[in-house]
């Protein structure tokens, strides 16, 4: 596996993320074509920072204050220069950054620093720069927050940001004061690491290292390096720490109705299926001043969430739908293999889903369809023709 470390031991902003993974060997042409639709073409130079050759990027914007949908709608007009699993990305971290912000401050917030075409070229320029990379996994070690105090559009605040603080308790990340003095740590630095974050440190075991890349900051005190580290490594053969199932990240909607039938949510969950759900379910549940309800939740992942969210509110009438950004999940390998199958003497060729854990087959499912319409042409219970597939199958795949 391909593991990508970050060590953000002086703290973390975006322009420290992106010049850290560009310098670990990200794509440097698509990460400056993905920014420049934000802004002018980036500057981007080798420095050093307390005797550490480092690369600063600077995007050289000027301050700007958004709402969220303003933010979004920048992103879509850069949709044309940045890969779709990127942009995906840079909006589930201004979601994240917004949650913190409502948070902190209460509903319909702007953006203020973090909402300026730079900041928004930052996020662009590092979640381009992480598509680039092809990590199969990402590590965030302990982040240096900083201490003291700072001054922003809000007037004097304490270090960490209260935003900062709220995006990492959210996050599960460890943090750690550090020895520096002002804030190490930006908000928008912790959305995104706690965005890319796959893993734990516990889950790394034993790796080479494959490059190492350090993103500087702006200032450069004498005491310390300000840069923080990015490390591509690659896991030993026969790590068991990392040889487990592989990841992927998935949004999660929810909604709680008690004014739709039976009929209605199984419809409504069919639809959802159908526009590319991973999975939907709904699940009873007692409500305020004990009516009956249901809990739907829908599985999907992050680049198809609004759109779902609306078909949710479309087709179930709810005026609030609930997201759970960027769950990362275990996935079994899984594939379709097709058996020949006899019942009565009669032969067919069936597909059966089958799932793998470490190359072995530890799982097998009829198809639901093929053996409901298999059971009605032979007039027997279909529970009894899954019986059949599913024996038959594991007695032939599982050996092969």
Known sequence: ?????????????????????????????????????????????????????????????????????????RLREASAAVPE???AM?????????????????????????????????????????????????????IALGHGTATGSHGIFPI???????????????ATPGDGVGELCTPTGAALLSEFSTMTAAE????????????????????????????????????????????????????NVDDVSGEVIAHAIARFMDAGARDASAVPIIMKKGRPGFLIRVICAGDRSTKMAELMARELGTLGIRCTPAVHRFIADRTIEEVDVAIG??????????????????????????????AQELGIP??????TIEETARALLVKR
């Open 1 to 73: 596996m391909r593991i990508l470390v970050f060590e953000p031991f002086h703290g973390a902003a975006g322009d420290m993320i992106t010049g850290a993974l560009l310098d670990c060997g990200a794509d440097r042409d698509t990460v400056l074509r993905a920014m420049s639709a934000v802004v002018a073409e980036p500057s981007i130079a080798t420095v050093t920072r307390a005797g550490i050759r480092a690369v600063k990027v600077d995007t050289r914007a000027t301050p700007a204050h958004r709402t969220l949908a303003e933010v979004k709608q």
């Open 85 to 87: 699993e990127a942009l």
């Open 90 to 142: 840079a909006g589930r971290v201004f979601d994240r950054i917004n949650a913190a912000e409502e948070e902190v401050h209460g509903a319909r917030v702007h953006f203020h620093e973090v909402g300026a075409d730079d900041a928004i070229a930052d996020v662009i320029g590092a979640c381009t720069a992480l598509n680039t990379l092809h990590a199969d996994g990402v590590v965030v070690l302990p």
């Open 160 to 174: 960490p940001a209260p935003a900062t603080t709220a995006i990492l308790r959210h996050s599960g990340l460890e």
């Open 204 to 255: 790394l075991g034993t790796c080479t290292i494959i490059s190492t890349g350090f993103g500087a900051g702006t200032r450069d005190p004498a005491h310390a390096p300000n840069v923080l580290r990015a490390m591509v490594m690659e896991t030993v053969e026969g790590n068991t720490r990392t040889a487990g199932l592989p990841q992927d990240c998935v949004d999660i909607l929810e909604t």
């Open 345 to 374: 003497g009669r032969h067919r060729i069936v597909p059966v889903k089958c799932g793998r854990m470490h190359g072995k087959i530890y799982m097998v499912k009829a198809e639901f369809e093929n053996a409901r319409a298999w």
């Open 382 to 387: 279909v529970r009894q023709v899954i019986h």
